[in-house]
């Protein structure tokens, strides 16, 4: 009985030294599939019916994300109706092709955290999907001002329609 007990104590106290461990690396695993599967929420539009639709799934907190192709070039961004225009940082406006000494931030735009200035340019295109929109007003901000890219009404007013419905963004040129 004795033998019995003490090998059940020495096998709980053993373990218990290894649950750390264990977590850690359960923790980082599961860290890494929800990364892993925000990304292909983010990454992956669903086209759907004809040429000139797409539609993009919500993603996590509400938000339609996807890759776009702004000037030939993929850029993730969230479809924000409450924006104005299109709206860029510069690291990503740099990417795009516009110089940042170029950039003549003389435009006053109001955001969700205030007042800041800003550059107008002007977008070649910006596709998504089978939707290709050309000429497409935007402003860019200082990184600091935008971490993320803001697909704004001045690309969504050039497309016949967008209704969200369903948990889906549908948008139709």
Not at 58 to 78: C, D, L, Q, R, S
Not at 90 to 97: D, E, H, K, M, Q
Not at 122 to 129: K, P, V
Request: aromatic fraction near 6%; charge should be positive; glycine fraction near 6%.
């Amino acid at each position: 009985m004795f033998v019995r007990t003490l090998f059940t104590v020495m096998m709980l106290a053993l373990s218990a030294s290894q649950w750390p461990t264990i977590a850690v690396k359960v923790e980082a695993m599961l860290a890494d599939r929800k990364a892993a599967s925000l990304d292909n929420v983010a990454a992956k539009p669903a086209t759907t019916g004809p040429s000139g639709q797409t539609v993009l799934p919500m993603g996590p907190g509400g938000h339609y994300i996807g890759t776009f192709k702004m000037n030939g070039k993929p850029v993730e961004a969230m479809v924000d109706t409450g924006a104005s225009t299109v709206a860029i940082n510069v690291s990503t406006a740099r990417r795009l092709g516009f110089s940042p000494a170029a950039l003549d931030f003389r435009y006053e735009v109001n955001t969700a955290n205030g007042s800041i200035k800003a550059a107008h340019v002007i977008l070649d295109r910006i596709e998504i999907g089978t939707i290709r929109v050309r000429a497409v007003d935007a402003f860019v901000l200082s990184d600091q001002a935008l971490s993320s890219t803001l697909v704004g009404m001045s690309f969504l007013t050039k497309l016949r329609s967008y209704t969200a419905d369903n948990r889906a963004l549908r948008m139709i040129q």
